[in-house]
């Protein structure tokens, strides 16, 4: 890979990362809103299900647009992990802040009458849930932002193998 071609395939990838961190910022803030209204969890659940498909949308169209519709297994590997990372970063930021000036202990308290409801005490998960509340109000907003950096990039590693595998294209033989 040349370094115009490593250039383009970053360009290519900070813009489809973006476009990803807006479905996931979408997904996130759904899933907030979904602690009073499951319907809106749903929405958020199915929103964070599409991420794959669309990361493979954003292949396609960067092999179809850009590389004249051949990529190797290996850039279109790169480029699925590069749009994970940028859409991480991006991500982990927006974490960092609703935590740190929005959220105010709200996901904590619905987390906490979701451990206090009937259901949960029935099913003897209470004392589970407590241990994890008490983990959660000891962690800071910058361990939540960490967690889901890491948890994105790695998302990155292990679903670009089959996207890439799918989205690759060789160059034809005498029109084959």
Request: glycine fraction near 6%; aromatic fraction near 14%; charged fraction near 15%.
């Amino acid at each position: 890979m040349t370094p115009a071609e490593y250039q383009q395939l970053k360009a290519f990838a900070r813009i489809d990362g973006a476009l990803l961190f807006c479905l996931w910022v979408g997904s996130f803030a759904l899933y907030i809103k979904g602690m009073e209204n499951p319907t809106l969890g749903m929405i958020s659940l199915m929103l964070l299900v599409l991420a794959p498909f669309f990361t493979a949308r954003c292949l396609r169209s960067f092999r179809d647009k850009a590389r004249q519709g051949i990529i190797s297994f290996a850039r279109g590997y790169a480029y699925i992990i590069l749009i994970f990372f940028y859409s991480g970063l991006l991500f982990a930021l927006a974490q960092y802040v609703y935590f740190t000036y929005m959220d105010h202990g709200f996901l904590l308290a619905k987390f906490t009458e979701m451990a206090n409801a009937p259901q949960t005490i029935q099913l003897g998960l209470k004392d589970m849930m407590q241990q994890s509340i008490t983990e959660m109000a000891a962690m800071r907003p910058i361990d939540f932002s960490l967690n889901m950096l890491t948890i994105v990039i790695m998302a990155g590693f292990f679903l670009g193998l089959p996207i890439a595998a799918l989205m690759q294209r060789r160059a034809t033989v005498n029109g084959q």
